[in-house]
């Protein structure tokens, strides 16, 4: 509640108050009225019923009371009655009355009275007093003590009179609290406003201080205690206006030192990213350069014997050709030798050599021809000498790659061999780092090998299947590796290609190859590489290589290190 509320609702109360009091007061005025008024007549009462007493003690006197009350009734204008203890009319302004029984104390107050002695007042109302008269009851007695009956006299002109009296007492009363709430209710008032209307113009610029408003001042100038919360308000709001200034100061000092910060705290967690990267890319360009050495040489000691093995098998098939040729015209010649060369064409059963002499060397000459297709896959995979930018052919790159993971593809103790479908199409051979593009294709490959072992592992693929296609699609050849593993989850594959990313146990992977895959087909080729994928539906990665390319890209040292 407001002040000038709280002053007016006081004022009100005081006023209110007032008025009460001058109502109680006139209320106690009526009382005292009345109650004048009915000693008045119980003092008369008295006297009449002291008179009557004595003159009932006298029986000779009896015959005065008729007289007395019909002179007092002419006198006062009142009407009068006399009752004996049985409550018979002994007098009587109304001489008719008299010997008649009283009944028109309804409630029995004239019985009461004779009965414990005490005056009693009440209301007669009849035909003839409609409105109604005030009685008062008072017992007379003897010389004795003795209650012999009561006197019953009429007061209501004293009681009017006596009400009169009180009705001004309280119209004065009245007239006098109204003017004075009116009074106090325009003072306070007046009051409330010279008040309240300082205070409103201190609430409302607090109110603008509050919203930041710290130019607002108060202009009171009032030699009071209002006057002096304006001036200490107005001195608060000039210490507050400049310590804002102040602390605006050196918030922009601050956030300047701290966006400096930022920027140089992002420089250096980019500068520690790249440091990272290009250290999981130094090592990988080392261990891949190590592994192509270490292919390249085993190769090359591997190739070399057996191309003197894979030469000379033909020499040797043609010698024993020669020999079981010249052995046959021994036999038809000669049908009966010797029992010496009998004896030792039986032990050594000529007869079995002549026919699996050819299967062993036609069995040998397979086995050195997949040693060189191994050999010749093992240094397409490496590409040692292709370490320049030049044209290369992507199919025998991906067959190489499969035929180093041969040995993760075939049948293992627990799980059915893989099934590769190649679906090759026309496309032309590209210019491209041969090498690099090898490494996609194991990392692709491996990966795909891996999602459909842990899914063989949780029952959810029975029959692990790759399926790897290409195409030309206007000047770009398009490779798909697609597996029907168990997919991978939608919320994970915009994160596939970040550097250190994995969803592999700990040891199991680095989280560097798709990363390195991505950088190599994107930065090295111009191309793009994608993940299409929905959890139960396996997965693929699809390869865009640019045909034609204009301009060689410039090896990296780390690649050039890799190429070495």
């Known amino acids: 509640m407001k002040i000038s509320q709280k002053l007016i609702s006081g004022i009100l109360g005081m006023a209110t108050l007032s008025a009460s009091i001058g109502a109680i007061s006139a209320h106690q005025q009526l009382n005292i009225a009345k109650y004048l008024a009915q000693k008045e007549a119980e003092e008369v009462a008295g006297l009449l019923g002291y008179f009557v007493s004595h003159e009932l003690e006298n029986h000779q006197m009896r015959s005065h009371l008729q007289e007395h009350v019909e ?44 009965h414990d002695g005490i005056p009693r007042t009440y209301i007669e109302s009849s035909l003839e007093y409609p409105n109604g008269i005030q009685l008062i009851a008072v017992a007379f007695k003897t010389s004795k003590g003795e209650t012999i009956g009561a006197v019953i006299l009429e007061y209501t002109p004293l009681y009017k009179a006596a009400l009169a009296k009180a009705h001004k007492n309280i119209f004065v009363t009245s007239v006098i609290s109204l003017g004075c709430g009116i009074f ?155 029992p010496e060369i009998k004896n030792a064409n039986e032990e050594a059963d000529i007869e079995y050599l002549i026919e699996d002499l050819p299967k062993m060397l036609t069995s040998m000459k397979m086995g050195a021809k997949r040693i060189r297709e191994i050999v010749l896959s093992l240094r397409i995979f490496s590409r040692l000498d292709e370490a320049e930018f030049k044209t290369a052919d992507l199919h025998e790159g991906i067959d190489s790659t499969l035929l180093i993971l041969q040995h993760r593809i075939k049948v293992q103790n627990n799980r059915p061999e893989i099934k590769v ?17 090898n490494q996609v294709f194991m990392n692709l490959l491996a990966n795909a090998i891996d999602a459909l072992e842990d899914a063989f592992e949780k029952e959810l693929c029975p029959n692990p299947l790759i399926r790897i ?96």
Not at 425 to 431: D, K, R
Request: charged share 25%; aromatic share 6%.
């Open 71 to 114: 002179s007092l009734h002419k006198q006062r204008q009142r009407d009068l009655e006399i009752v004996d203890r049985d409550k018979i009319i002994l007098a009587d302004v109304v001489p008719e009355d008299i010997g008649t029984r009283l009944d028109h104390d309804r409630n029995n107050e004239v019985g009461k009275t004779i």
């Open 184 to 338: 106090v209710l325009t003072a306070g008032y007046l009051l409330s406003l010279s008040i309240s209307k300082p205070i409103k113009k201190l609430q409302q610029a607090v109110v603008n201080l509050a919203e930041g408003k710290l130019e607002t001042r108060v202009s009171i100038r009032s030699q009071d205690e209002i006057g002096e919360l304006a001036t200490s308000f107005n001195k608060m709001a000039d210490d507050l206006q400049y310590s804002r200034n102040g602390l605006v100061t050196i918030n922009e000092q601050l956030r300047d030192e701290i966006a400096e910060r930022q920027l140089a705290e992002a420089e250096l967690q980019e500068a520690l990213k790249d440091l990272k990267k290009a250290q999981i890319q130094l090592i990988q360009s080392e261990k891949m350069s190590s592994l192509g050495q270490l292919v390249a040489g085993v190769a090359h000691e591997i190739n070399n014997p057996v191309n003197f093995i894979y030469g000379n098998l033909q020499h040797t098939d043609d010698y024993t050709q020669q020999l079981l040729l010249l052995i046959k015209l021994y036999q038809n010649h000669y049908p009966n030798p010797e």
């Open 421 to 437: 479908i190649k679906e090759y199409g026309e496309i032309p051979q590209i210019q491209c780092f041969a090498g690099q593009l």
């Open 469 to 564: 296609s290409s195409e030309q699609v206007n000047d770009n050849a398009i490779i798909r590796i697609a597996d029907n593993g168990a997919g991978i989850p939608e919320e994970i594959q915009s994160r596939l290609f970040d550097p250190f990313f994995t969803t592999k146990p700990v040891g199991k992977g680095t989280g560097m190859g798709l990363s390195i895959s991505y950088q190599i087909i994107t930065e090295k080729h111009g191309g793009s590489l994608q993940c299409i994928s929905s959890l139960g539906q396996g997965a693929e990665f699809v390869i865009a290589i640019p045909i034609r390319v204009v301009k060689s890209p410039q090896l990296s040292i780390c690649d050039r290190n890799t190429y070495r």
